[in-house]
């Protein structure tokens, strides 16, 4: 492939504007403009996009029978050179929408130069972006669905076992680690629905805009806007060319996918130190230290936290190109691809990798269980035992919290003093016993194993709803 630019002349010299411009593009001005290594991506939709406007443009009588023929039978062999990988990309092509105009030219001769009527790059660009955005978003959705069934399966494995639940990363209750687990899949299930209600806010067509205007010739807006698939068109033909909206909105919906990732990420490294303990990664999703011998490190969890950091950038760098955009289109919403493909790019190689390293890592149900029955832990049962004998929780926080003093200054353990105190006694010393505090929270949506078997049914049936709508998206 060469790659070309938006200004490289043809075969004569001649640039897209060559009739206006007396001289030719300078170098410097190629090398910086070019869009075709990465707008390449976009040539399945650019050829989807120019099917449509050949019917629409035979709709409007401009093009005959004939001529249509010809055009579609050149996109069917452009699409064909595309994919096999055998298409010549020439010095005079200026992008992809270029690239695949002047070889629809060079096959179906006359008819082809026909093609762009009453369309220009701008609304072609557009309507290429969102017939990229809506696909990319169900892909990357499904892949969240993905990771979601791999937290569900194992938050059912799971079972019984119970982890610290921390607060300001200092233990405070035990919860199931079913709960733990689902708890990442809820914030995902959010990000499902946010991707989906993304790509209904890109189902707008914004063909025959034209440059900005719309046009004096017969076409027909809302019909290729159906032809392609698109369930609204366009009110405005400066908003439908200049509006990136929706290249906004997934790269925020993508950075807080990363966010979220990041966090399971952040508690995969904690949780997989001997400090933890809580976590032994597969030998297939870890890596080894080129130094250190004994080493295995949680490489995919790390590059999930550090990546979202690039997630968020490219989130800041399409708000900070579009805010200062007079109307219509501009150069500078050539900006919006990079981030956009890459962004997508990325989610989708770390929802893959970590689906795979929490599908494979053996949960050390013991530790979990020794860190989470320190007796300290029941604390919160304690206070409220006494509250349901008719204490205020004011007056119940105070007396276990002296009794937790007591304790920690070495003045008996948890258990003799509970026992001992009158409020309390040997019964409320059983609450202190391995495994009995988690099984007191029972409220909906709480962290004992009869909330978190509710919990697991909605979830799984939530999974289940949104298999549906990502699948008929
Ligand atoms: N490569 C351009 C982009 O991505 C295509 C549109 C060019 N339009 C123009 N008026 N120069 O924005």
């Keep these: 492939m060469t790659e070309a630019d938006d200004a490289a002349p043809d075969a004569e010299g001649r640039t897209l504007w060559h009739g206006r411009f007396a001289g030719g593009p300078a170098e410097e001005l190629l090398a910086y403009t070019v869009s075709l290594p990465y707008d390449r991506r976009l040539a399945a939709d650019d050829i989807q996009g120019s099917r449509a406007h ?22 069917d062999e452009v699409e064909d050179e ?64 993905h990771l979601q069934g791999v937290l569900l399966d194992r938050a059912r494995e799971a079972g019984d076992a119970y982890v610290p639940g921390y607060t300001h990363l200092q233990r405070a209750q035990p919860v199931l680690l079913a709960h733990h687990l689902l708890a990442h899949g809820w914030a995902l299930a959010r990000d499902v629905d946010r991707l989906l209600a993304t790509r209904a806010r890109a189902d707008v067509s914004p063909l025959g805009a034209g440059a900005l205007a719309g046009s004096s010739l017969p076409l027909d807006p809302s019909g290729t806007a159906a032809d392609l698939g698109f369930a609204a068109v366009f009110d405005n033909s400066l908003d439908a060319v200049s509006d990136r909206d929706f290249v906004a909105e997934a790269l925020f919906d993508l950075a807080l996918l990363g966010v979220h990732l990041s966090r399971i990420g952040e508690e995969v490294v904690l949780w997989s ?113 006494l509250v349901e004998g008719g204490t205020p929780f004011r007056e119940a926080h105070a007396i276990v919290g002296e009794i937790v003093r007591t304790a920690l200054e070495g003045h008996g353990t948890m258990a003799d003093l509970v026992a001992a105190h009158p409020k309390l006694g040997p019964d409320a010393a059983t609450l202190l016993e391995p495994g009995v505090s988690v099984t007191r929270r029972t409220t909906r949506g709480g962290a004992g194993p009869i909330p978190v078997a509710a919990q697991l049914d909605r979830f799984a049936e939530r999974l289940r709803l949104d298999r549906e709508r990502v699948g008929g998206a």
């Excluded at 050949?54 to 039978?73: K, M, P, Q, T, Y």
């Excluded at 250190?292 to 995919?300: A, F, M, R, T």
């Design 54 to 75: 050949v019917r629409g443009l035979v709709r409007g009588g401009i093009l005959d029978g004939d001529e249509a023929a010809a055009v579609l039978a050149a996109l």
């Design 273 to 385: 130190t001997d400090e933890f303990g809580f976590l032994k990664l597969d030998d297939a999703y870890a890596t080894g230290s080129s130094m250190l011998p004994q080493k295995k490190n949680p490489d995919i969890a790390e590059l999930a936290r550090g990546r979202s950091g690039r997630l968020i950038g490219h989130l800041t760098a399409i708000l900070t190109t579009l805010k200062g955009l007079p109307l219509a289109y501009n150069r500078d919403l050539q900006e919006d691809k990079e981030p956009l493909f890459d962004a997508v790019d990325q989610s989708a190689l770390a929802l893959g990798a970590l689906g795979g390293l929490l599908a494979t890592s053996r949960f050390e149900v013991g530790a979990m269980a020794a860190a989470a029955d320190t007796p300290y832990a029941a604390a919160t049962d304690l206070a409220e035992l």
């Design 82 to 145: 595309l994919a096999a990988g055998r298409f010549a990309f020439a010095a005079s092509d200026e992008d992809i929408h270029t690239a695949v105009e002047r070889r629809v030219t060079e096959l179906a001769g006359a008819p082809g130069a026909k093609l762009h009527t009453g369309r220009s790059r701008n609304d072609q660009v557009a309507t290429d972006l969102r017939l990229y955005v809506k696909r990319a978003l169900v892909e990357v959705a499904e892949r969240v669905l």
